[in-house]
């Protein structure tokens, strides 16, 4: 039995990585593109004055705006070009992680049958409410700006700064030198070394972050898919079932959702829509399960890795982890609630 699953976990993990791949390839070469254009900065400045809204300072448009279009990693290496404290941190991360990678991942939701404009409309709007949430609490607990003011002169200290590695195939920057420069004003400017690079340049980013993302998807997938075909097989994912009952009775789902749930709770959405890809060859799940698993790990997903990673990077590991754990569940829960009304 298990040289069988692993045969199968591994023709499974080969199909599932190509299908990402198709999905995820012209999409990072369109949006290495506009890293490098101008229209990045342009979009940069006009959204600049909305910081105001969550309390931040203008120079916290750029990570956001870095991670509309990329990863965590990236949105890392953006900020170790300034001096956020640790409430400012927060708030950038917590508004990042509703919203990371939004165009590659509304292509990867609407492939496994979430409507591509409704989902990215949620993530933008629990973007916003996340943002206002922690603004508050970080106003209350850790000496933030209240919503709709702005920092004080000075009120930037200086928070660790770590080099970022490269992620799902995001090449991220080392150091401030040639990503962002912000000047004493909060107006914020590019440097030339991003927008003005030449195709050779970019066409190597974007042929570099493709092949990175392949090793990195089969790096994950294969493991990933002989661990689902042995957990099918010895029927462990009933057990689990049956030990979280609350969880699923609390989220509304049924136990088949239970898997992907779990693996985009601790691996990511593109691993979570990879398994529910596999999952609909041969048992699709119910719109309504597929429609609240997609609800839960787009509000929280790769949760260990994301509060490890903006907590190196000076934010508050409590806000980062159990916060958005518990959004996550009372959305899900909440929208499980207006599905069976709807129905």
């Avoid at 790096?219 to 969880?247: N, Q, S």
């Avoid at 829509?273 to 790990?297: C, H, K, Q, S, W």
Wanted: hydrophobic fraction near 55%; glycine fraction near 10%.
């Amino acid at each position: 039995m298990v040289p069988k699953a692993i045969k199968y976990g591994i023709i499974k993990a080969l199909r599932t990585a190509l299908m990402l791949i198709r999905i995820m390839a012209p999409i990072y070469a369109g949006v290495t593109l506009l890293r490098h254009t101008e229209f990045f900065m342009w979009l940069a400045v006009k959204i600049e004055p909305a910081m105001r809204i969550f309390g931040l300072p203008g120079e916290a448009v750029v990570p956001l705006v870095v991670g509309a279009f990329s990863d965590e990693y990236a949105v890392v290496a953006a900020m170790s070009g300034f001096s956020f404290n640790m409430s400012q941190i927060t708030i950038i991360a917590m508004i990042v992680l509703a919203f990371h990678g939004l165009p590659v991942e509304t292509v990867i939701a609407r492939k496994i049958g979430i409507p591509a404009l409704r989902i990215a409309l949620f993530r933008i709007c629990l973007a916003v409410s996340t943002g206002l949430i922690v603004a508050l609490l970080c106003a209350a607990f850790l000496g933030g700006n209240m919503p709709g003011t702005l920092p004080e002169p000075g009120s930037l200290t200086t928070t660790p700064v770590i080099s970022s590695e490269t992620s799902e195939g995001v090449i991220a920057s080392e150091t401030s030198e040639g990503v962002i420069a912000s000047e004493a004003t909060q107006s914020t400017t590019a440097s030339a070394g991003i927008f003005d690079a030449g195709w050779r340049v970019i066409l190597v980013d974007i042929v570099q972050g493709i092949l990175k993302s392949v090793l990195i998807l089969m790096r994950v997938l294969l493991p990933l898919m002989i661990g689902i075909e042995l957990l099918m097989t010895y029927r462990i994912i009933e057990k689990m079932a049956v030990k979280l009952g609350f969880f699923i009775k609390i989220l509304g789902i049924g136990k088949e959702a239970l898997l992907p749930l779990l693996i985009g709770l601790f691996l990511g959405v593109t691993f979570g829509a990879g398994t529910i890809m596999e999952m609909n060859r041969e048992r699709p799940l119910p719109r309504r399960d597929l429609m609240l698993v997609a609800v839960f790990i787009f509000s929280c997903h790769g949760i260990i890795e994301a509060a490890y990673l903006f907590t190196l990077a000076g934010g508050n590991t409590l806000i980062l982890s159990a916060l958005r754990f518990a959004i996550a569940v009372g959305v899900t829960a909440a929208a499980g609630r207006l599905i069976l009304r709807e129905e």
